[in-house]
């Protein structure tokens, strides 16, 4: 039973790579669907996968943020997790296609939730712009916003794993991955014969697709003239052999298993090898027998703690 993979937004949603590949669900804002169905539609999720990865943005308007929150609290279970990414529209719409890929392999919901921390590194997200007035993501210095009120000026930005600008035309370009890569571009109005002939190029793709615009991104980059650009890992032998070798543990709070640092579920940051590893909340009581265990359940405060979503 593969865990599912959920969405805030259709624009996250990219066509399937092969036929292994399940779609995500979408989890709808409160302006279209009320908290009943939201709870419904929720509760058919958990019966049917048994665990449920949420992926929505940072830029995620408040009331739909406070929503999927409601509906996590108001079920009152731990196998949901809300994972708020930082990524631009079309990057986290590669890392959600990525954790589907890696949902009907044989990894446990903690380890994939863990997982999106780890593929963002790997996950080159960038857009080129007519100006960078209004862009206020990623840090831009006095002389590209004084070069913005030129005419015909483009600025090439790369957003992911690191900030990075260089206006188009100059002799300078992204730095790209040290790895092979394919890149998905969402063609506009400005760019786009610079990011697949030049770029595509310099970082040595293997393949470049075209992808629909998203509907956030020029919000999310400050201009509605832009041409969104991701390079990523294609190969999903590529992507489970890289999540595999990283060592797996057990979450000292809620005995979920994980990969990295922090808790994919409670988002409970773990010791590190030189700190020693107390356990906490139910994983503190593996030892004890069943029937004191019984006697002694997190109470409703605790279980809130437990999955409220972390910094």
């Not at 009943?36 to 949420?54: F, I, N, P, T, W």
């Amino acid at each position: 039973m593969p865990t599912a993979i959920a969405v805030t937004s259709p624009d996250l949603v990219l066509a399937p790579t092969d036929p292994q590949t399940p779609l995500a669900a979408l989890l709808q804002s409160p302006q279209a669907q009320p908290l009943d169905a939201a709870l419904v539609d929720m509760s058919r999720l958990l019966e049917q996968h048994g665990y449920v990865v949420a992926c929505y943005p940072a830029s995620l308007s408040a009331a739909h943020e406070r929503r999927l929150h409601t509906v996590r609290s108001l079920l009152e279970t731990d196998r949901i997790t809300l994972i708020k990414s930082p990524l631009p529209p079309l990057g986290l719409a590669v890392l959600v296609r990525q954790l589907r890929q890696l949902s009907v392999c044989d990894f446990s919901p903690g380890v994939i939730a863990s997982a999106a921390r780890l593929l963002s590194h790997y996950i080159y997200a960038g857009a080129v712009l007519n100006s960078v007035t209004r862009l206020e993501r990623i840090p831009v210095g006095l002389t590209a916003h004084a070069r913005s009120w030129m005419p015909g000026s483009q600025f090439a930005v790369l957003a992911n794993p690191r900030p990075e600008l260089v206006k188009v035309g100059s002799a300078g370009t992204l730095t790209g991955p040290d790895f092979a890569c394919h890149l998905l571009v969402a063609k506009g109005s400005v760019g786009a014969d610079w990011v697949t002939g030049t770029l595509a190029p310099a970082w040595q793709a293997g393949a470049v697709q075209d992808a629909a615009p998203p509907a956030d991104s020029a919000a999310w980059w400050g201009t509605g003239k832009l041409t969104e650009f991701v390079a990523y890992l294609p190969d999903i032998a590529v992507l489970y052999q890289l999540v595999a070798s990283v060592r797996r543990e057990q979450c000292r709070w809620c005995a979920m298993e994980l990969i990295g640092d922090r808790c994919g579920f409670c988002a409970s940051r773990q010791p590190a090898d030189d700190e020693p590893a107390t356990a906490y909340g139910p994983s503190a009581l593996g030892p004890v027998p069943a029937s004191a265990y019984r006697a002694r359940p997190l109470t409703r405060a605790q279980r809130r703690r437990a999955i409220a979503p972390g910094p």
